[in-house]
């Protein structure tokens, strides 16, 4: 078996998406989508396309600006596309890609997994804070 120097392994790791090394790509892209108000987005889409004020007021406390940022960076990933209807005023809706959709039932389960533990995580907060102070 020959030996590789560590620059030879961490480049067959960026090759094979190894997000624990510091130059693999999926780390940007795992950095995306850590993002709340990502995650957010996704489980609204699920039912279908909507346009940037319906996500907004269906997204309680996002900007408009990380609204906007947030769809940008979905668009880039190819997780939604932006459809534009030529209208007075014009039109612009965003809709889940096959690749969003696919990605929007594994947010949708952590979401509910967060709705579902709420309770446990704040005692275990109450806890830690107790023996804290």
């Not at 940037?52 to 269906?58: D, I, N, S």
Request: contains cysteine; charged residues 30%; aromatic residues 6%.
């Amino acid at each position: 078996m020959p030996v590789r120097t560590a620059a030879q392994r961490r480049r067959e790791a960026k090759l094979a998406y190894d997000a624990f090394m510091a130059e693999c790509p999926s780390r940007q892209l795992l950095d995306t989508l850590s993002d709340k108000w990502v995650t957010l987005v996704l489980v609204a889409l699920a039912h279908g396309p909507l346009r940037h004020a319906e996500l907004a007021r269906q997204i309680a406390g996002v900007s408009q600006k990380m609204l906007t940022q947030t769809l940008r960076a979905l668009e880039r990933d190819g997780m939604l596309t932006r459809s534009v209807t030529p209208t007075v005023p014009v039109r612009v809706d965003y809709e889940l890609t096959p690749l969003g959709a696919d990605l929007q039932r594994e947010v949708r389960a952590i979401k509910a997994w967060a709705e579902r533990y709420m309770p446990r995580v704040l005692a275990a907060r109450r806890s830690y804070d107790a023996r804290r102070s």
